[in-house]
């Protein structure tokens, strides 16, 4: 007797927005645990908790200056490539710090995301958090 066997074919378009989705999930959750892991850090750094904040506003200054440089920069390159450089070097600096964009993974990693790593990181170290990120 044959078996009737469901399958499901996910075209190219459906696997880059699921990659970019997957990045947003990445950078949102990334860029917003740091708020709920502020005095996890400022106590392994040994700073007060307003002096770690401007972790923070460091980060959000090197976004608003470095996009539109970053931008500027790369109207003439392979957009492949490009994609390809810039995740990896999010990659490596995200794991070298310890610490593009789809709304749709940018909302799951506000809603799961940073709730999650900010329970890992205040049962483990805030630097597990950025190594997972």
Not at 2 to 24: C, D, E, H, Q, Y
Not at 76 to 82: G, V
């Amino acid at each position: 007797m044959p078996t009737a066997r469901l399958t499901v074919s996910i075209g190219p378009v459906r696997w880059a927005l699921l990659a970019l989705a997957l990045g947003g999930f990445g950078i949102g959750t990334g860029e917003f645990v740091s708020l709920g892991l502020l005095p996890n850090i400022a106590g392994s750094l040994h700073v007060s908790i307003p002096q770690a904040g401007h972790l923070i506003s460091a980060y959000a200054l090197g976004v608003v200056v470095g996009a539109p440089l970053l931008t500027g920069a790369a109207v003439r390159l392979p957009r492949r490539r490009l994609l390809i450089v810039v995740v990896l070097t999010m990659a490596a600096l995200n794991v070298a710090s310890a610490m593009a964009v789809v709304f749709a993974g940018l909302t799951v990693a506000n809603v799961i995301g940073v709730p999650a790593t900010t329970l890992i990181g205040q049962h483990t170290s805030w630097r597990v958090v950025f190594v997972l990120v």
